[in-house]
């Protein structure tokens, strides 16, 4: 269901707080930055099961997360394009001031603080889904202002400006895809106009070194996945795939080919011949046969008995080995 009139929520203090957080499934705690109660207006929403948008008015105030359990809710990102005023925006250890035509986006379930001026602001709440395998690196971006006078910066202001201006009788499921464009548009923004400071890929860097080390632990491990590896370096899993994503590849595909080139290492030792080669596999953290065959077939080629027989000089009827 959504919903679209002018205006959708005008109030103060309290009463605003409470209005936007039941209307847009927020949970923020709003206060005045002067002396008296700040007002709020949203002037349009859209509200469906997997995006918000809003388009709001603002005295000074300042918005953070209100202490307590996360919500469950899966729309955890605000995208804000500023219209007007200004506003200085804090998350990650980054701090941003955003000024007219700049957009800049939060993660909704970690702390954040923003401070503002006399703003209006073009919001729109993503569900994580529509980031998950496109921007891995998000955490190292939140808080960080993005220029939209020109360059991808633009086509991202210009498609949030379609959004809002379009008839709101529009599909859900066609606003669905519209909020996944600007998700990509807005990944490949931030990547390619904002590349990570020095003191972020080192710190990146260092952590990396600790998720191998805890790789090489426990790779034989057959109940070894990122949750584990996440408990172990200190990180939550979402923190532990944006620190993973440099590599090219997915954490779970480099624990997999790290576990054959293990066993091909060990099919490769004649002084191994005794083992059979199910039981390597299970060693290295395989527990299913058929499975552990087909992956090694798909990384190296061949079966891995007629890999150990070319790699040890026992191969006498190669197309007869499997």
Known sequence: MNDMSTPVVRASGAAFQRQMNGLLRTRFELSSNGARPYDGEI??????????????????????????????????????????????????????????????????????EIETDEIRTRSIYLDSHFWREIFPEREFYTATALECDSGMGYTCKTMVDEIFDMSWDIHDRTMQRLAGCLANLLAVSMVTGKPMDPAAQAGASQTLDRIHDAIYRNLSDPELD?????REVGLSVRQLHAVFSGTGTTLMRHIWQRRLARIAADLENGNLLHKPVSTIAFEWGFNEAAHFSRQFKAAFGMPPARYRALHTGLLTEPKNLN
């Not at 388009?55 to 809710?73: C, M, N, Q, Y």
């Not at 990122?226 to 996440?230: E, F, G, K, R, V």
């Open 226 to 230: 990122c949750t584990l590896i996440a």
């Open 43 to 112: 002037r349009k929403s859209y509200v469906s099961d997997h995006l918000r948008l809003a388009d709001i008015v603002f005295s000074p105030h300042s918005t953070r997360l209100k202490a307590g359990r996360p919500s469950r809710e899966g729309h955890s990102f605000l995208v804000s394009h500023q219209i007007e005023g200004h506003a200085r925006v804090r998350q990650g250890g980054r701090e941003s001031v955003v000024g007219p035509n700049q957009i800049f986006f939060i993660d909704t379930t970690q702390p954040f």
